[in-house]
């Protein structure tokens, strides 16, 4: 189970607030190029689960990561989704981001169980979506603050994956409040946003 607080910010200008106010804290950026699927039947869609492959670019070692994710539930901006994730070979990624067929041959225990749990005897592609996530280490946990690169437009999202996350979330609040960061609590994962088509109003 990932437990996650997720924070809205309403345009760029407080994002870019934001990263200035937290670059002392900053300890690296992540270029994700983040793409789903689905089984040819929606045996995943129609049980709440999805299917993606996260590649990270713009590295001197390209990587990429397979991840089921089933359940998700958001409430008062906490996120809470089953999620099982291993790594696999970026050229493997690639040729399945081409044809997504191929991930039906692919060796991963992750894919196994898709198979297996949910009866997905081939895949289709479902598009996705671009992400630059900058990672801080602040007051004791990592922040993720995330601009969202769709193709109808740009999100910006603070995650931060706690145990706690009552508690994170009064830390980030207060923070926010105390700097005049305008901010919202999420209420639709990026997944169902890229589903939806547009950026919630």
Not at 32 to 57: C, I, K, M, P, W
Not at 167 to 191: A, D
Request: proline share 3%.
């Amino acid at each position: 189970m990932e437990i996650e607080v997720k924070l809205r910010l309403p345009n760029k200008a407080s994002h870019q607030k934001l990263l200035q106010l937290l670059s002392p804290f900053h300890i690296t950026t992540h270029h994700q190029h983040n793409t789903f699927f689905d089984g040819t039947g929606s045996q995943l869609s129609s049980r709440g689960a999805v299917l993606r492959l996260r590649f990270y670019e713009q590295t001197d070692i390209p990587k990429c990561f397979i991840c089921l994710k089933a359940k998700a539930v958001i409430t008062n901006g906490v996120s809470r989704v089953e999620e099982d994730e291993e790594e696999v070979d970026p050229s493997i990624g690639y040729a399945c981001l081409e044809d997504p067929g191929k991930l039906i041959n692919v060796d991963s225990r992750v894919l196994g169980r898709v198979k297996e749990e949910f009866g997905a005897n081939g895949f289709k592609g479902l598009g996705g979506f671009r992400t630059v996530r900058s990672v801080y280490e602040w007051n004791g946990v990592k922040l993720e603050v995330d601009e969202v690169k769709y193709e109808f437009g740009d999100l910006y999202e603070v995650e931060c994956e706690n145990v706690e996350p009552e508690k994170v979330k009064g830390m980030i609040e207060t923070f926010f409040k105390e700097n005049g960061i305008e901010y919202s609590e999420s209420l639709m994962s990026k997944f169902a946003i890229f589903r939806a088509g547009k950026l919630p109003s």
